[in-house]
Structures are given as C-alpha cells and as structure tokens.
C-alpha cells in the first residue's frame, strides 16, 4: 500500500500548472534556432513588454502555464512558418503508441465492474474490457524529464484509475432513470446523452454505452456516450476500445479541454470519474460541475474521486456559489468500497491488488 500511496502522490505532483520562464535571445540564422551557445532553440527574442499577451519580467523573461505554453508555441510555429508536427502518433491495433519517436506497448485489460451489495449482476460482475499502456513508467519517466509539458504524452490517462469502477457501477445499476426524468432532460423517446470528461481508458464511458443500451428508444432515436479528453493517446485507447467491444455506434471520442472557454456539449448525465488529482484540476472540475447544475433542465451529474488528495475537495467552492441561488440545497459526498482491484503499478511493472474507499458526488 506504500508503494500505492507513492504512485498516487507522483500523479498529484506531476500534474499540478507550473510557471515557466523562458529565455530570450537574437536569433542568428533561423527564428527557430538557438546560437551556438546552446540558447533554448524555441525562444526567439521581442520587443516591447508583451509577448502574446504576456507580460514579461525585468530579466525579459515571461511566465506561462503548462496549457498556455502549448498555445504559445502553436502561435510561434505559426508565425515563422514552421510545420506542426505532431511528436506522436497512435496505431493500437499494432499494439502499440509512438510518442516522440519512441514506442510504448498497449495491452488490454478486462475490469470486473461488480453490483453493489443490494443491486447484485445476473453473473455477479459487467466485464469490461479496456485497453492501455502496458509499461506506463516508461511514458511516466518520459514525461517528467519534459516537465510535464506535453499533454499528449500525459501517462495518467493511459492506464485505469479506480473511480472509473465506481461510475461504471453507478451508471449501470441507474442510468436508466435519466429515461423516466428522474435527473435530465432526455427520455427513451428523445434518447440519452452521456458526457465524459477526461474519459482515461473509458471504462465509465464503456458501462455507460451497456446501460443506455437496456433503455428503450423511440423509432427513429438513439442514445450516444460522448467521451473526451485532452490527451491523443487516451482517446486513441478509447476509441480502439469502444470498437473492439463493438460500442462505436453508441460510444464517440472527441478532444475537449475543461480549461478551455468552450461551453459543456449538451447532456442529460455528465460523468466525471477519478480527474481530481491536483488542486487546479478540482476546482476547473468544480467550475463545470457548476455550469453543467444551472443549465436548464440540469443534467444528473455524476463525479467519482478514489484518491481524495488534499486541496482536491472543490465541493466548499460550489457550494458557496449555490448559497446565494434560490432553491440550491449543499452538495456532498457520499461513499462506496471497492474490494480487491487490481490496477496498473504505474511505475511498478506488477500490477497492484488493494481495496479502496471511492468518494462520489451523484445530482
């Protein structure tokens, strides 16, 4: 459990936004190309005090974040013309992912999504099987000596996270009720929207598909799971692994940034399952939980968290917005067990064995 605890710290730690400050200096021969120095090669020099829309310091130097950098550097290769190259590309049916030229192994792995004590499966457990990296410390490693700065290469995504178990086992015993209005606005003749934020392997999204499945439909009517993330390479196990379980008809995969400005996709439950791993993320998280309870209707919101890092309860800050709203009774937590799951060791090549209190939030 020792080695657990230091896995789940690493995530936390690694995730977290950061200040950057990057160099400036006159460039000799190409815009793009550091002096023979060895000058940082993407950090061209400016005039004036802003450099694209951030302020620089006395030592001419500007601090970003680790999603504003990314924008950043899309402006710069835009300016001076440079080709944009992705560092990765992804072909699972290989059995494999290329990041930055090196290739990581992908596997699949077959997750028992038990019934609660009072809800018990036909069989006793959904079998759901999901694909991801067979060594992630490989890509954890590579991901650290880039500070983090890459989001296509963010590892935490790439293997399975226990809260995901606890909303897939939410979702199938009672996504149903969406259907009879019991918290959204669709119904078996309109069909139902389920949304994933930072969907990671997709066992949530998964189940979801499976239970929307037993609700009856309309002629002409369908049910759809929306699953998304930042990173390229969860959305390419997500996306192998909804066709592999022949749930590409239900299941769609799509890029969606919860920093971003872009409105929530309309939906009738929004499922977010074990993204709270750092203070920043929790309270964006926070924000969109938010976003989503005041649309008109609401949708039933589901948030799952089975590491319950410190700073990552951002139930205090929505619930002190929804005080000064007429009618909004204080969210809180409730709490369900997850006996033996076994999981990726993150940094440890055997996979780990543990029982785990999961806290979740369903509206």
Known sequence: MKSAFFLLLLRAAFSEGFGISLPTFRPKSSPLRGSDSGDDAFSPSFDGQLVYGKEMDKNGAIKVTKWELKNLAASLASTFGVEDEPPYWVDVANGEIVVGGASYSVRPRTVPVPGSDGVPWPDGAEMITIYELEHPSLLVEDWIDTAGSCDA??????????????????????????????????????????????????????????????????????????????????????????????????????????????????????????????????????RRVDEALETNPPPRVLVTDSQRFHGTDFLEDVNSRRKGRPGREPLAWSYTELVSVTASGVLIEEDQTYDIKVRYLDV
Do not use: K
């Open 153 to 286: 290469a963010d590892p935490f995504g790439a293997v399975m996270w226990p809260g995901s178990i606890a909303a897939g086992r939410i979702l199938l015993e009672s996504v149903g009720r969406t259907a009879d209005g019991g918290g959204g606005g669709g119904g078996p003749s309109e069909g139902i929207t389920v949304l994933v934020l930072g969907a990671g392997t997709g066992v949530e999204a998964q189940a979801a598909a499976r239970a929307l499945r037993r609700v009856p439909l309309g002629e002409g009517r369908r049910h759809r799971v929306l699953a998304t993330d930042v990173s390229p390479i969860a959305l390419a196990l997500l996306e192998y692994g909804a066709q592999q379980a022949g749930m590409a008809d239900i299941i769609r995969c799509e890029e969606f940034d919860i920093f971003s400005d872009d409105p929530l996709p309309a939906c009738d439950v929004l499922v977010v399952a074990d993204v709270l791993y750092n203070e920043n993320l929790a309270r964006r998280v926070g």
